[in-house]
């Protein structure tokens, strides 16, 4: 199963890394971001293997288990954990898709009258003969049409056949999803080898352990039945049972109350035979070759203990493995016998949905859901960065946030995200300054909504050309015209800003400023749609790494709405530029014949980001920010950056500006209209 870890835990999760301050491992489970990642993961998986919208959500106190809505996951990002995790999920996700619950909870409430329609009516016999034994005195049709709601108390039978269920459905719909989902078979093989294949579990079915005709033992046997390690002799009625279940025929049960009737068969079955023993507890051992009686009772078994069913037992169908063994020479010592008593426990909880999972914090569990409802993606970026300085690490984990939801504004989740001091806005006045020269600027920027005509006369069709009409008479024929009407595409303006802590101040409040002007401005021109992003950097599980955030998008948000963001934000990063524009290069609108695609940038300097040994910075960092840009152009995508000046800048600023941004280069005044307006519509009209 290395192989599965290996290739797709790999696949899905980073490697831990180390806290910059102490030196100590990062606590599992402490990376939010990453454990929103992991829901997501596991959701995806659950979503297109069920083909339902099936809730995926972390365990917490009030709840261990599926109850037919929603699957529940441990909050642990352990590579170790994840493949089995996953495929108990997917375990889960199949009841929901599979498995009657209501049959289910009538069997546990003990609803006879419920019951007595699903089920067969030798099943409702031995129901019926189980509490008579124990001094039930209806008549077998009073007991048909009876509810169950106290009197003689059977409970402790319904908890038996309840577990039978629980395995048999469990082959069912397993077999169901290893033959619909088969690129999904390795989650489930890990689920398997955690729970069912342990070393202490292929132990005990060797050992002389476990081999009394009472319930422990018989359960035992029959949970780890599709173990290669099986001893169909170790008790009475075992290959009985084995048969009955027919693992390689699992699929022909059709629903929950078929399972429940094989349970109470099974049920039956082992009553009949711990009945025979004379005692529950009797603590005679039983001949692991099996007794005479039983081979008679198996005609097909042979000599040396096998099932005789040859095709059977070496069948690759799911639920079937290797010939039985009869290997039971050797006892446990007490140490194991206390190990495999834990295991055979943990596959009682795993049969009742009730496996330990990892907790997470009422607290943590808002803020997951605050993430997950921001729409928080994790994009690994920077991997071809060229740097000075000799370190191991290649990549670094880039947070991309969709939505900026008002949990998120509350505060609390994202560093650069907090309610304003005294609910009053640090970049308020800028926004609103912004709307009324966006007013002006709409105006200025009226290139995008001209139409041009352009009229082709003499010709030999079209419609006719008034002014040539009186050339007919002397046998002219070209007196036809056409007129072409050319309209600027539909477009998509990206704009980014740079959200560093130099950029604190009046350099944001004037990005501020400029961006809601021209947002305000696109509602004035027909077929531009605008967004706007935010760059900086997050502390997530201990470091820091580089975020962008979807501010506003027209066809999602208002501009009322992208001011109320605008007022809670509180520039504290660094500029992880061209890590950034690399994350949302799939999400670009890329340009072509019939749609206009531009991007704009709003920075204040050179790129840096230094976290965790990951090290960007100077000639390295801007030549990997010009590369992104270059790719945004590729695409279609025309590009330009505002270089937004503050009291001082060096020389070397505006010579890396203008490496990453070349001839779209511009170093003037944002917060004025006419050069804001005619730089925009230079780019607009730009080829």
């Given at each position: 199963?290395?192989n599965?870890?290996?290739t797709?835990?790999?696949?899905?999760?980073?490697?831990?890394d180390f806290?910059v301050?102490?030196?100590?491992?990062?606590?599992q489970?402490?990376d939010?971001?990453?454990?929103?990642?992991y829901?997501?993961?596991?959701a995806?998986?659950?979503k297109i293997?069920?083909?339902q919208?099936?809730?995926?959500?972390?365990n917490?106190?009030?709840?261990?288990?599926t109850?037919?809505?929603?699957?529940?996951?441990?909050?642990?990002?352990?590579p170790?954990?994840?493949d089995p995790?996953?495929?108990?999920?997917?375990h889960?996700?199949?009841?929901c898709?599979l498995?009657?619950?209501?049959?289910?909870?009538?069997?546990?409430?003990?609803?006879?009258?419920?019951?007595?329609?699903?089920?067969?009516e030798?099943?409702?016999?031995?129901?019926?003969?189980?509490?008579?034994?124990?001094g039930?005195?209806?008549?077998?049709?009073?007991?048909?049409?009876?509810?169950?709601?106290?009197?003689i108390d059977?409970r402790?039978?319904i908890?038996?056949?309840k577990?039978?269920?629980?395995?048999?459905?469990d082959?069912?719909?397993?077999?169901y999803?290893?033959?619909n989902?088969q690129?999904?078979?390795g989650?489930?093989?890990?689920?398997y080898?955690k729970?069912?294949?342990?070393?202490?579990?292929?132990k005990?079915?060797?050992?002389?352990?476990?081999r009394?005709?009472?319930?422990?033992s018989?359960?035992?046997?029959i949970?780890?039945?599709t173990?290669k390690?099986?001893?169909?002799?170790?008790?009475?009625?075992?290959?009985?049972?084995y048969?009955?279940i027919?693992?390689?025929?699992?699929?022909?049960?059709?629903s929950?109350?078929?399972?429940?009737?094989?349970?109470?068969a099974?049920?039956?079955?082992?009553?009949?035979?711990?009945q025979e023993?004379?005692s529950?507890?009797?603590?005679k051992?039983n001949?692991?070759?099996g007794?005479?009686?039983?081979?008679?009772e198996n005609?097909?078994?042979?000599?040396?203990g096998?099932d005789g069913?040859?095709?059977d037992?070496?069948?690759e169908e799911f639920?079937?493995?290797?010939?039985?063994t009869?290997n039971?020479?050797?006892d446990?010592?007490?140490?194991e016998?206390?190990?495999?008593n834990k295991?055979?426990e943990?596959?009682?909880?795993?049969?009742?949905?009730?496996?330990?999972?990892t907790?997470?914090?009422?607290?943590?569990?808002?803020?997951l859901?605050a993430?997950?409802?921001?729409?928080?993606d994790?994009?690994?970026?920077?991997?071809?960065v060229q740097?000075?300085?000799?370190n191991?690490k290649?990549?670094?984990?880039?947070l991309?946030?969709?939505?900026?939801t008002?949990?998120?504004?509350?505060g609390g989740?994202y560093?650069?995200f907090?309610?304003?001091w005294?609910?009053?806005s640090?970049?308020g006045?800028?926004a609103?300054?912004?709307?009324?020269l966006g007013?002006?600027l709409?105006k200025k920027?009226?290139?995008r909504?001209e139409e041009?005509s352009?009229?082709f006369n003499?010709l030999?069709?079209?419609k006719?050309?008034?002014r040539?009409?009186?050339?007919?008479?002397?046998g002219?024929e070209?007196v036809?015209?056409?007129?072409e009407?050319?309209a600027f595409?539909p477009?998509?303006?990206?704009i980014?800003?740079?959200g560093?802590?130099?950029?604190?101040g009046?350099?944001f409040g004037n990005?501020i400023?400029?961006?809601?002007?021209?947002?305000?401005a696109?509602?004035?021109i027909q077929?531009l749609?605008v967004e706007v992003t935010?760059?900086?950097t997050?502390q997530?599980?201990?470091?820091?790494r580089?975020?962008?955030?979807?501010?506003?998008?027209?066809?999602?948000?208002?501009i009322r709405?992208?001011?109320k963001?605008?007022e809670?934000?509180?520039?504290?990063?660094t500029?992880?530029?061209?890590?950034?524009f690399?994350?949302?290069?799939?999400r670009m609108?890329?340009?072509?014949?019939?749609?206009?695609?531009?991007?704009?940038?709003?920075?204040?300097?050179?790129?840096?980001y230094?976290?965790h040994?990951?090290e960007?910075?100077?000639f390295?960092a801007?030549?990997h920010t010009?590369?992104?840009?270059?790719?945004f152009e590729?695409?279609?995508?025309?590009?330009?950056?505002?270089?937004?000046s503050?009291e001082?800048e060096?020389e070397?600023a505006h010579?890396?500006?203008?490496t990453m941004y070349?001839?779209g280069a511009?170093?003037?005044?944002?917060s004025?209209v006419?050069?804001l307006?005619?730089?925009?519509?230079?780019?607009?009209?730009?080829?």
């Amino acid at each position: 199963m290395n192989n599965y870890n290996n290739t797709l835990s790999s696949y899905w999760l980073e490697e831990d890394d180390f806290d910059v301050l102490t030196g100590e491992k990062i606590k599992q489970g402490k990376d939010l971001f990453k454990l929103a990642s992991y829901q997501r993961a596991v959701a995806n998986f659950v979503k297109i293997v069920t083909n339902q919208d099936i809730k995926v959500k972390f365990n917490s106190k009030d709840a261990s288990y599926t109850d037919g809505k929603t699957v529940v996951i441990g909050a642990s990002t352990n590579p170790k954990d994840f493949d089995p995790n996953v495929g108990l999920a997917l375990h889960e996700a199949s009841h929901c898709v599979l498995t009657d619950f209501k049959v289910w909870e009538r069997l546990i409430s003990g609803d006879i009258n419920y019951l007595s329609s699903k089920l067969s009516e030798e099943s409702i016999k031995t129901l019926y003969n189980t509490c008579v034994g124990i001094g039930f005195t209806d008549t077998f049709n009073e007991f048909k049409t009876r509810t169950y709601t106290g009197g003689i108390d059977f409970r402790n039978e319904i908890d038996i056949i309840k577990d039978l269920t629980n395995y048999v459905e469990d082959r069912r719909i397993d077999l169901y999803m290893f033959r619909n989902a088969q690129g999904y078979n390795g989650y489930y093989t890990a689920m398997y080898n955690k729970y069912f294949n342990n070393k202490i579990i292929d132990k005990g079915l060797k050992s002389t352990a476990k081999r009394t005709e009472d319930w422990d033992s018989y359960l035992f046997r029959i949970v780890n039945l599709t173990n290669k390690n099986r001893d169909l002799n170790a008790l009475k009625g075992l290959k009985e049972i084995y048969n009955l279940i027919d693992f390689k025929n699992i699929g022909r049960i059709g629903s929950t109350s078929e399972s429940i009737d094989i349970a109470i068969a099974i049920y039956k079955i082992v009553t009949g035979y711990i009945q025979e023993s004379g005692s529950e507890n009797n603590s005679k051992p039983n001949n692991s070759k099996g007794s005479s009686e039983q081979e008679n009772e198996n005609p097909t078994a042979g000599g040396n203990g096998q099932d005789g069913d040859s095709e059977d037992e070496n069948s690759e169908e799911f639920g079937s493995g290797p010939s039985a063994t009869t290997n039971g020479e050797f006892d446990l010592k007490d140490t194991e016998l206390k190990r495999l008593n834990k295991a055979q426990e943990k596959q009682k909880d795993f049969g009742n949905g009730d496996v330990k999972k990892t907790n997470v914090t009422k607290k943590d569990s808002k803020t997951l859901d605050a993430i997950n409802e921001s729409g928080s993606d994790s994009i690994e970026v920077g991997n071809d960065v060229q740097r000075r300085w000799g370190n191991n690490k290649k990549g670094v984990q880039c947070l991309v946030i969709e939505k900026i939801t008002d949990t998120v504004l509350e505060g609390g989740i994202y560093n650069d995200f907090h309610k304003p001091w005294g609910n009053k806005s640090r970049y308020g006045d800028f926004a609103q300054r912004g709307l009324v020269l966006g007013k002006l600027l709409g105006k200025k920027l009226k290139v995008r909504n001209e139409e041009k005509s352009t009229v082709f006369n003499r010709l030999r069709n079209g419609k006719i050309d008034k002014r040539m009409v009186s050339s007919l008479g002397y046998g002219a024929e070209n007196v036809f015209k056409n007129i072409e009407t050319s309209a600027f595409n539909p477009a998509t303006l990206h704009i980014s800003i740079d959200g560093s802590g130099s950029m604190s101040g009046d350099k944001f409040g004037n990005t501020i400023l400029a961006t809601v002007a021209i947002c305000q401005a696109a509602k004035m021109i027909q077929g531009l749609d605008v967004e706007v992003t935010y760059r900086t950097t997050e502390q997530v599980g201990g470091e820091y790494r580089p975020a962008i955030f979807y501010l506003y998008k027209s066809k999602r948000d208002t501009i009322r709405r992208f001011i109320k963001v605008i007022e809670s934000i509180n520039t504290c990063g660094t500029t992880p530029e061209g890590l950034c524009f690399e994350a949302i290069l799939k999400r670009m609108t890329a340009g072509n014949t019939h749609h206009d695609s531009y991007f704009v940038n709003f920075s204040d300097g050179a790129p840096w980001y230094n976290c965790h040994g990951y090290e960007y910075a100077g000639f390295e960092a801007s030549q990997h920010t010009a590369k992104q840009v270059k790719k945004f152009e590729s695409m279609g995508i025309k590009t330009m950056g505002y270089f937004i000046s503050g009291e001082w800048e060096s020389e070397n600023a505006h010579k890396m500006f203008k490496t990453m941004y070349g001839k779209g280069a511009n170093f003037v005044k944002v917060s004025e209209v006419t050069p804001l307006a005619k730089t925009l519509n230079e780019m607009f009209l730009k080829k």
